[in-house]
């Protein structure tokens, strides 16, 4: 496969065309009577139409066909996809899941949107207030199938295997250590090259931006140049047997079948698009003195809610860094919090806990669950050398932090069978120091 195209740039107003049918832009105008090539125009709007210009989200896509040329939705089944948020009683430990478990394709073929897993979440979708997280493990590409979120915004953290995912907008090509977002009401596929194994955060009713930088200033953390969006490539092709559309509305699955892939659009502009990000282009703030910063200074990418300074969701990474902190208890510190706390690991080993905190597994600490570093970690870095470090080298760990007081799912606590009992014990060899005789030492 040639190398894919992009554009780059954060919430831009892009324009692309496929290079198939130049000029298939309407110059000067969103709907003329009649668009270049014969196309139909049709608007995607990711926002109310009144809101500020600031935060006014749409793009207009010139297609072959528009997508309301289907055949009536009906109820699919739901698989282990959940927003019951009530199904089992609420668990206030905290919470460890080793690696999430990928069905072979000789027992099953499980394309994406079958292997959609929902581990926990709270809000409500029908009045667009809260989140999800999910996992997905699939091992067959989505043939002939495209789906779309009525409810809100996925982004996607892979951890194995590239994923291939065609949209209306064009395509991109996500591999580990890439993210991407897919916003509400977008149809995409996703094709696979392997037994596949991601994270994804869904937000309902707001979307993803930058973390405002403050006193950071201008630049540094995820720079807008280093987004990528895709460039138009439509397909015109007719399938006799039907191309099943699935939607998800309102937590639930409906598909609806048409004749014509609905990957049709041969042009288009907005700022409302599929994105994708590297997250080593990520530029690392860290303390250079003493004390640790706090980890929202590792902030890619954050959902709002109608509080300042409060997130729906964040999105943060741990990347490969320098630790020169003095006088400092280097790992992250112990910590009760009024946030939820969701972390995942694409590679390596986490650095408050290098043993059974693995690749394609999970933790969960819940609103004011304490936690921190375990007992091993505490000792080591208490008596350690205080030169500079590499941390996390060759690891990428990362959070999905709420404010939300999360439920977790009838799956992820049970039927999903990764749920790693044993976790508390890691901080039950932790001994208290205290000493009520020895004199404090000065810096």
Request: aromatic letters at 8%; one cysteine or more.
């Given at each position: 496969m040639e190398p894919l195209k992009y554009m780059s740039g954060f919430g831009n107003e892009f324009s692309s065309e496929d290079p198939r049918c130049p000029g298939s832009l309407p110059e000067g105008q969103n709907n003329p009577q009649v668009c270049p090539y014969g196309l139909y125009a049709e608007q995607l709007s990711g926002s109310a139409f009144t809101c500020p210009r600031s935060t006014n989200k749409r793009s207009w896509l010139y297609r072959i066909l528009p997508s309301v040329h289907h055949r009536p939705f009906t109820s699919v089944v739901q698989g282990n996809l959940s927003y019951n948020w009530d199904e089992v009683d609420p668990d206030p430990n905290q919470l460890r899941w080793l690696p999430f478990k990928i069905q072979k394709a000789s027992e099953k073929k499980v394309d994406f949107v079958m292997g959609l897993h929902t581990l926990c979440g709270a809000g409500d979708i029908r009045s667009r207030s809260g989140l999800a997280i999910h996992i997905y493990t699939c091992n067959i590409s989505m043939e002939n199938k495209s789906f779309y979120n009525s409810d809100g915004d996925f982004l996607?953290?892979?951890?194995?295997?590239?994923?291939?995912?065609?949209?209306?907008?064009?395509?991109?090509?996500?591999?580990?250590?890439?993210?991407?977002?897919?916003?509400?009401?977008?149809h995409f596929s996703v094709e696979v090259f392997e037994e596949t194994r991601g994270y994804i955060l869904e937000v309902f009713g707001s979307h993803f931006e930058l973390p405002d930088l403050g006193p950071i200033g201008a630049n540094g953390l995820a720079n807008p140049r280093d987004f990528k969006v895709p460039v138009a490539w439509y397909e015109n092709r007719n399938i006799p047997a039907g191309f099943t559309v699935i939607s998800k509305f309102q937590g639930k699955l409906f598909a609806a079948q048409q004749d014509i892939s609905p990957f049709n659009v041969v042009a288009w502009h907005g700022n409302y698009t599929p994105y994708k990000y590297n997250l080593n282009d990520f530029m690392v703030i860290n303390s250079v003195a003493f004390d640790h910063a706090d980890p929202s200074i590792f902030t890619v990418l954050t959902a709002k809610s109608t509080r300042p300074g409060v997130a729906v969701a964040d999105f943060v990474i741990f990347p490969p860094r320098w630790g020169v902190s003095e006088h400092t208890f280097?790992?992250?510190?112990?910590?009760?919090?009024?946030?939820?706390?969701?972390?995942?690991?694409?590679?390596?080993?986490?650095?408050?806990?290098?043993?059974?905190?693995?690749?394609?597994?999970?933790?969960?600490?819940?609103?004011?669950?304490?936690?921190?570093?375990?007992?091993?970690?505490?000792?080591?870095?208490?008596?350690?050398?205080?030169?500079?470090?590499?941390?996390?080298?060759?690891?990428?760990?990362f959070m999905f932090e709420s404010s939300f007081n999360m439920s977790v799912t009838r799956w992820g606590l049970e039927t999903c069978k990764c749920l790693d009992k044993s976790y508390s014990t890691c901080w039950q060899p932790l001994k208290s120091h205290f000493n009520a005789n020895a004199k404090p030492s000065h810096k």
């Open positions: 996607l953290v892979p951890q194995k295997g590239n994923l291939l995912i065609t949209t209306e907008f064009g395509k991109m090509l996500v591999e580990p250590h890439e993210i991407c977002v897919i916003q509400q009401g977008m280097r790992p992250p510190y112990y910590h009760r919090n009024c946030m939820s706390e969701f972390m995942g690991l694409i590679k390596g080993h986490y650095e408050a806990k290098e043993e059974g905190f693995l690749p394609g597994g999970g933790s969960l600490h819940s609103v004011m669950t304490p936690h921190g570093p375990d007992a091993e970690c505490f000792e080591k870095a208490s008596s350690a050398a205080l030169k500079p470090e590499r941390v996390a080298g060759g690891t990428m760990a």
